[in-house]
């Protein structure tokens, strides 16, 4: 009897860790970065929800193809992106995919030259900025996002510590992609 509890239990939390391991891991939205898409909780400043959204992320999603634009990943930050921000697991959107040219020119984004729609963004969270590649740590070294590396940004750009700030997420930091927020419940869905 005693066997069969200790068995049970052993089989449920070995389970769950392989589901966390290799499907789907929870996380908290810590930052104003993501704001309105996903929410961080007030008193940190900038946020606008009582509770931080709770994500899941696919961990096995780029198994079956690369990350896309407009994906909201989970990922291990670069050691730049530790020592600018705080934190060592990032949320942010991919903007910028390996072989494009990345520009920003008063707060809008360019793609190869051409305005990338940004619908998640709105205008009052946008920065002003104007900056390119050669901009971004390790300035002065890109003009074209090198293979295997993208370019993230937060969709709140005012009050996000991005790839402009600290420079490109290898493809090998990327954990996965969110794909839905299960807390709060009235948050419950897709981002």
């Known amino acids: 009897m005693v066997i069969d509890w200790v068995m049970t239990i052993v089989g449920a939390v070995l389970i769950v860790f392989a ?8 996380y908290r939205i810590p930052s104003p970065s993501m704001e309105p898409t996903l929410h ?12 931080s959204d709770r994500i899941l992320a696919n961990r ?3 198994r079956f193809h690369d990350p896309r634009r407009g994906d909201i990943v989970v990922f291990h930050a670069p050691a730049a992106a530790s020592r600018a921000c705080t934190g060592g697991i990032f949320v942010k959107r991919i903007i910028g995919l390996p072989g494009e040219v990345w520009s920003e020119r008063n707060g809008v984004t360019y793609i190869d030259g051409r305005r990338l729609s940004e619908p998640y963004v709105a205008p009052a969270r946008r ?14 070294t890109m003009r074209r996002i090198p293979p295997r590396m993208y370019l993230v940004e937060g969709d709140n750009r005012e009050h996000s510590c991005d790839s402009r ?4 997420v290898p493809r090998g930091n990327i954990i996965g992609k969110v794909v839905f927020t299960y807390w709060p419940l009235d948050r419950l869905g897709t981002p």
Not at 40 to 51: H, M, N, T, W, Y
């Open 127 to 140: 920065d002003r900025d104007t900056k390119e590649l050669v901009d971004i740590p390790p300035i002065g």
């Open 60 to 62: 096995f999603i780029y």
């Open 19 to 26: 589901v966390k391991t290799w499907v789907v891991n929870p």
């Open 40 to 51: 961080c909780a007030l008193p940190e400043p900038d946020c606008e929800a009582s509770r």
């Open 165 to 168: 700030v600290w420079g490109l």
